[in-house]
């Protein structure tokens, strides 16, 4: 398959204050090159994106290093997890992550901690997960209907999809210095806004000389040297898995859920509505990277009084951790903010969720609208 049309669904690893803002997962600086940067024939920026554009991605399997320094507040991570994200830790601090890709209706990635694993994988029509820790499972069915699209976040060729969905003209794109990613030489490709206002300084994607496949990103807040966003392969094969990889056996004594038409499994085997997916009224202020969304949610929680429906996963936590972010104020109104290195979040307390990937000041604009 084309890399370019491996649509990302990496929001589903952030929590939901912050998935609006967000482009892509995080690996742990330093660690990915070795040695002097590799003697590669040049190439431009025109050429490296007809490599993307062109390049075939049939097979892979890897770890995934990930790194997140968003400069957020813990209870960042606690929101996502409120929501019914257990993966929501991802936001913060550094993760590793096994991955396999075998083609568009079949991918896996296995994330394994101290306190046990989770796994998502896809097998044709077949989607599972699967939390250690509760000995859960959820397993669906996708409709013979359903798009063919990767339904496991996995590599950094995810989060690069994401990213070069922002060229416009309102960004820059130049050629970096070469890489060695994963003992793999690759040629750097750098986006920079040329809107000064936006937080982002620049995205930098690293692409496998031979495979043209991204092997690592990094986002750069403005003002800072080290990526606060970045994922890296640490070790990558660019062979086709077995099918066994794809294949999930239920270990002893798990409890397995079937989600019924109409719902989508969770990351820990937790069960959501179609509808609870959905965003009414929202709309966009701004353009290029300065774009501030807004989104009237019915019911949003700010900590001063209201609160998600007694349906909503864990309503009671969600509104708690809301509540304990900072309050501000101002001609546009109140509300609760959510400020990091390379975005901000304002949730107002008539129920509006207003985010970017700029400074509060801007949200502030956005809200008198």
């Known amino acids: 398959m084309s890399v370019m049309k491996n649509r990302a669904v990496l929001r589903w690893l952030v929590p939901v204050t912050a998935g609006v803002a967000v482009i892509g997962g995080g690996a742990a600086v330093g660690t990915f090159a070795a040695g002097a940067d590799p003697a590669l024939p040049p190439r431009s920026a025109a050429q490296l994106l007809e490599d993307l554009r062109t390049s075939r991605l049939d097979g892979l399997s890897g770890t995934v290093v990930q790194r997140a320094d968003l400069g957020l507040p813990p209870i960042a991570a606690l929101a996502g997890q409120a929501a019914g994200n257990d993966l929501a ?192 009224d929202v709309r966009t202020v701004g353009t290029g990277w300065t774009t501030v969304v807004v989104a009237k949610i019915d019911g949003a929680a700010t900590g001063d009084g209201a609160k998600p429906g007694a349906d909503a996963p864990d309503a009671e936590m969600l509104s708690k951790v809301l509540g304990d972010l900072p309050k501000v104020s101002g001609d546009w109104g109140s509300g609760r903010l959510l400020n990091g290195k390379l975005f901000s979040v304002l949730l107002t307390d008539d129920g509006r969720v207003i985010a970017g990937l700029v400074t509060p000041e801007r949200l502030y604009e956005a809200a008198k609208g």
């Open 89 to 280: 830790g991802l936001v913060s601090g550094t993760h590793t992550l096994r991955v396999w890709y075998g083609g568009e209706d079949r991918q896996r990635l296995a994330l394994v901690d101290t306190l046990g694993e989770q796994d998502i994988l896809r097998n044709g029509r077949d989607v599972w997960t699967w939390n250690s820790r509760a000995n859960t499972a959820t397993h669906r069915v996708l409709p013979a209907d359903a798009p063919d699209r990767t339904v496991v976040p996995a590599t950094p060729a995810d989060a690069a999809d994401r990213a070069l969905e922002a060229i416009d003209p309102t960004t820059a794109v130049t050629v970096g210095r070469t890489a060695t990613v994963a003992g793999r030489s690759a040629y750097e490709l750098v986006l920079t806004p040329r809107d000064k206002a936006s937080l982002v300084h620049q995205v930098r994607i690293a692409l496998d000389a031979k495979e043209h496949v991204p092997l690592r990103l990094q986002v750069l807040a403005d003002g800072q040297d080290e990526p606060a966003f970045q994922v890296a392969f640490t070790q990558v094969d660019f062979r086709t898995p077995s099918a066994d990889q794809f294949r999930f056996n239920p270990p002893p004594g798990v409890k397995v859920t079937e989600a019924t038409e109409g719902e989508r499994p969770g990351p820990a085997g937790k069960r959501f509505d179609r509808k609870d997916a959905e965003k009414p």
